[in-house]
């Protein structure tokens, strides 16, 4: 397809960002920072939350209903009428194939520097893969979408070190030993420069808050200090030293021109809703985040912990079918065996994929849950109950889906996003 049009690919550099958890937030904190340096850049991200508008961004500007439905109206009749050659060999054009060329398209036509794109699915098959990009990032890799992309760790891995190119660059989170083996496997592969996590780059004297975080930044001989991101928990500031260790290598490696005032101002305004997105309601405190995975439950949990210990706590959850319920479940345990959490709530999102309530309580029974669980039959309603809980000071957790965060957010009244 991007053939048919000229190979827009060409006419911008380009950012990969691979991974299972972290890999937006890291994408997001990286295109603020090029921002705030006066480099024009394109994101590209997915899911959205509210409009499918939200994943094609330029210099943090959503594409206009406008250029959106001109780009649909340009694209459609070529690739009508020469789909055949494709779908006769393999298969069906995607909906995330003809996004991700209308996102090339678009930052062609925008003119930008460098386009920092979040892959969709492991990176091997990925549309996103078709890119040359300057460094291939790969976010922690934990279980997600096994169903496509392996049963093991060592097989999700190989699909997302796929984005490694040869004698190319490599920024690599916090991983796990098995997925870590794997990586390094490809980048000897490959006779690509590896950067990882703790041996290549740190951060030091983290301080946390519901606010965001504080951290200092070292990589080889350089040392940053005070840097600030608005983004709650822990796990953003391994985000934030990820997109940081790439913002390094775009400076030495191909000479871009980054201030630290920049650096530090593209940090600290970068906003990356329904992650752990605390949002005030009155005396009503939210956390809304879609945390979707045993692994993101995790650090959703131990952020939850941290930042509001001792308060009570309510967590509204619901999931897609396709998820693995008891790997979300699991972590939620930890609470279920301690006084802080009361009530845990589940609900459904307005989405064909969505997983029945009664499958998430069946799901309870058998991990032998302990507290009050309530069924609601939507968002709505499941604030309801919140409401009427009224727990003193209690915080309450939405989470287990980005589509149910979603709604959430438009209930809740939060700022919108485009």
């Known amino acids: 397809m991007l053939d048919w049009f000229g190979h827009p690919e060409h006419s911008f550099s380009s950012v990969l960002v691979a991974g299972t958890k972290g890999k937006g937030s890291t994408a997001n904190f990286l295109a603020s920072i090029l921002i705030a340096n006066g480099y024009s850049t394109g994101l590209f991200s997915s899911p959205h939350l509210a409009d499918p508008r939200e994943r094609i961004r330029v210099n943090q500007r959503a594409i206009s209903k406008n250029e959106f439905a001109g780009l649909v109206a340009k694209i459609r009749p070529i690739v009508e009428r020469k789909k055949k050659k494709i779908t006769s060999v393999y298969g069906p054009i995607t909906f995330f194939e003809i996004f991700t060329l209308l996102t090339i398209l678009y930052f062609k036509t925008k003119r930008i520097d460098i386009g920092v794109f979040e892959v969709g699915l492991g990176g091997r098959l990925d549309a996103t893969n078709v890119l040359n990009p300057l460094v291939s990032v790969i976010a922690p890799i934990s279980f997600d979408h096994e169903e496509h992309l392996g049963h093991t760790l060592r097989q999700i891995a190989g699909e997302k070190a796929a984005i490694i190119r040869n004698n190319g660059f490599v920024v690599s989170g916090r991983q796990v030993p098995e997925a870590k083996q794997v990586i390094q496997r490809q980048i000897r592969k490959q006779k690509a420069n590896a950067y990882f996590l703790g041996p290549s780059f740190q951060t030091l004297h983290e301080t946390v808050s519901q606010k965001g975080s504080r951290f200092d930044f070292k990589i080889a001989s350089e040392r940053w200090r005070n840097f600030q991101i608005t983004l709650p928990g822990r796990f953003q500031i391994d985000n934030a030293a990820t997109a940081l260790a790439t913002a390094s290598i775009l400076e030495n490696q191909f000479g871009l021109d980054l201030k630290e005032a920049n650096i530090k101002k593209g940090l600290k305004t970068a906003f990356w809703p329904g992650r752990f997105e605390i949002v005030k309601r009155g005396p009503k405190t939210f956390v809304l985040d879609g945390a979707h995975n045993g692994a993101s439950m995790t650090e959703v949990c131990k952020a939850m912990e941290t930042l509001f210990s001792g308060q009570r706590k309510v967590v509204i959850l619901g999931t897609s079918r396709e998820k693995n319920l008891e790997a979300i479940l699991k972590p939620l345990l930890h609470y279920n065996r301690k006084e802080e959490l009361d009530y845990l709530i589940v609900t459904k999102s307005n989405n064909p994929r969505a997983r029945e309530p009664k499958t998430i309580l069946e799901a309870l029974t058998k991990l032998d849950w302990k507290k009050p669980a309530l069924w609601?039959?939507?968002?709505?309603?499941?604030?309801?109950?919140?409401?009427?809980?009224?727990?003193?000071?209690?915080?309450?957790?939405?989470t287990g889906s980005l589509f149910l965060v979603a709604e959430a957010r438009e209930a809740l009244g939060c700022r919108k996003l485009i």
């Open 376 to 398: 609601a039959q939507d968002i709505d309603k499941a604030l309801q109950l919140v409401r009427r809980i009224n727990l003193h000071k209690a915080v309450c957790l939405i």
